[in-house]
């Protein structure tokens, strides 16, 4: 088996410079989607072993969790954000809100005791979307639905993943990485219903199109990306920083596709909740009013200033954010001196600010895994020898830890 030859220069890019790809005239859009999905096709089989393996492992883990701790396998999966995606597509009943029958998003931002109450709108649409497409194509339960969509974006985050480590470090290399991808602790929510796949999947298929100067399939990737979730407009930091050298190198207009259309999901989105509620920050007050959840810079000098002072007394969700402050911090330094390439890195430091500073949730692994090129930058670093096998047994060893953790008990949220 031949190794492809990757598009990046023979001399390193540096970690603020160096937009790689050719700068021939890019081919339409629809023809380099149809290319990326042929190669994907006959590639994936490589990915998608690992991937099938890193399932076997949490489903296997979930099932003896389910057997110990009674219950059903479906009623542990059944838990945590995949509770409120399911809300998103299916009629229920909110008892806090006195019994007030709600089918999708609400009508109206629920308030108690003066302040917006958990609701649907923390929610972006893109999974539930699917989900209930699935669901309404194949007939299945939004449950099934959704437990489907997700196992099948972990997949081709999986994928994608692969094919973008191969493109700038080689085959090998990528098979190796992606191991380590698959097995990282956060991975457990490809197997629950969580938007980390879909994430993942157009950010990851995004940068590689913005790698080989694919423009419009980028922001196109970006699009689906951030309809799913917010910390994905970090990836607009990368299209913009591509079409930046773009322009300036080769003055390919073109190139503004990509940070113009990549955002679009998350903006038409809020735009939409604007328009229902007659506020600019619906999405804003209920995920302060609902979760206590903000943007701060302080939050995590905080957690680590407050473990090191208090270090029996901490709660064990404030270790888990201590623990992947530090890891954070470790693959950013790592990422820029191993000059990762340039738009890679800036989605990379952009989602790992997003998480350091989001309170309470922070950086913990399933937060790190959607800003997955840490983990790329970590296991290129440690991809050989006895640190490789290593890395490999730690994050196998953490995923069964943590997976058991989440669906055995209430202590810490994913």
Same mark, same amino acid.
């Given at each position: ?20 790809? %050719? ?67 299916? %009629? ?121 100067? %694919? ?165 290129? %670093? ?33």
């Amino acid at each position: 088996m031949t190794t492809q030859r990757s598009n990046l220069p023979t001399t390193a890019p540096g970690p603020l410079t160096g937009l790689v790809g %050719r700068p021939d005239v890019a081919p339409a859009w629809w023809g380099t989607l149809g290319r990326l999905g042929t190669r994907a096709w006959r590639t994936g089989w490589r990915p998608g072993l690992i991937y099938l393996v890193s399932r076997a492992v949490v489903l296997l883990t979930m099932g003896v969790v389910a057997i110990i701790g009674g219950g059903s396998l479906g009623g542990r999966i059944d838990r945590w954000d995949s509770v409120w995606y399911l809300r998103v597509i299916t %009629r229920w009943t909110d008892k806090a809100l006195h019994g007030v029958v709600i089918n999708g998003y609400p009508s109206h931002l629920p308030v108690v005791h003066g302040h917006v109450a958990a609701n649907t709108i923390a929610f972006f649409p893109g999974l539930p979307l699917l989900v209930q497409g699935l669901s309404e194509l194949t007939g299945l339960s939004h449950f099934a639905a959704g437990v489907a969509v997700s196992s099948i974006t972990g997949l081709t985050a999986t994928i994608g993943v692969w094919m973008l480590v191969r493109e700038y470090a080689g085959e090998r290399a990528a098979n190796r990485v992606t191991l380590l991808f698959a097995l990282f602790p956060g991975s457990f929510v490809f197997s629950m219903i969580y938007s980390e796949g879909l994430v993942v999947t157009g950010v990851a298929f995004g940068l590689l199109a913005l790698m080989r100067r %694919r423009w419009v399939l980028a922001g196109l990737a970006g699009f689906v990306a951030s309809a799913a979730a917010p910390i994905a407009l970090a990836f607009v930091v990368s299209c913009a920083w591509a079409a930046l050298v773009a322009i300036r190198r080769d003055r390919d207009w073109r190139s503004l596709a990509a940070p113009v259309l990549a955002p679009l999901g998350s903006v038409a989105y809020l735009a939409w909740t604007w328009q229902r509620f007659g506020v600019p920050s619906a999405f804003t007050r209920t995920e302060r009013g609902g979760w206590n959840s903000f943007l701060s810079i302080a939050y995590p000098f905080r957690i680590v200033g407050g473990l090191i002072a208090h270090p029996l007394t901490s709660f064990a969700n404030e270790r888990l954010v201590f623990f992947g402050v530090i890891f954070v911090v470790l693959a950013l330094i790592v990422a820029v001196r191993d000059r990762q390439p340039a738009v890679i890195l800036a989605y990379g430091i952009t989602a790992a600010l997003l998480a350091l500073m989001t309170a309470p949730v922070g950086p913990r692994p399933r937060i790190v895994l959607d800003a997955f090129p840490l983990i790329l930058a970590l296991g290129l %670093r440690y991809r050989e020898g006895w640190k490789y096998q290593l890395a490999t047994f730690v994050s196998f060893a953490a995923l069964v830890g943590f997976t058991a953790y989440q669906i055995g008990s209430w202590a810490v949220f994913p």
